[in-house]
């Protein structure tokens, strides 16, 4: 399984769980555990709300006044997002026009930095042409 897949997957495990220890990690995702600090660091970074406590009872827990989105999207299904968004921009005319832009400023504020830095470019190299409609369409 590559990193990003691993870490959507682990994201979605550990909202589900709240508490989980190395060891969880490492048999759920059959990992090593020097994979499980990295991926927790990783986490971290996305801005996934851990903290650690030592002890017996110890381990890590997700923050109870943090909310974690529900959904996560690998960078491929990223980008099949701001490409569709991009190729409805063609259409002459629909009652959607503001929506399709809202929903992209909607993402790209959630996006970790690396990855809207990675929408954006492409966004720049990648531009969809077609003809043009002759009729409006019905709505």
């Known amino acids: 399984m590559k990193k ?14 709240k508490n ?3 060891n969880d990690l490492i048999g759920e995702f059959d990992i090593s ?6 991926d927790i660091s990783s986490l971290e970074e996305l801005g996934v ?7 017996s009872h ?11 989105p529900p959904i996560y999207f690998s960078n491929n299904e990223l980008h099949s997002i701001f490409f569709s968004l991009q190729l409805l921009k063609t259409l002459l005319k629909t009652p959607f026009d503001k929506d399709y832009k ?3 400023e909607k993402l790209l504020a959630i996006l ?21 409609q002759k009729k409006s369409l019905p709505f």
């Open 4 to 17: 990003d897949e691993r870490l959507i997957q682990e994201m979605i495990y550990i909202n589900s769980k």
């Open 20 to 22: 989980f220890n190395l």
């Open 33 to 38: 555990r020097s994979t499980a600090l990295r």
């Open 49 to 55: 709300p851990l903290y650690s406590e030592k002890g």
């Open 58 to 68: 110890g381990g890590y827990h997700v923050l109870e006044n943090q909310l974690l």
């Open 102 to 104: 809202e929903i992209k």
């Open 112 to 132: 970790p930095k690396k990855q809207k830095e990675m929408v954006q470019q492409a966004d720049q190299v990648i531009q969809f042409v077609g003809t043009n």
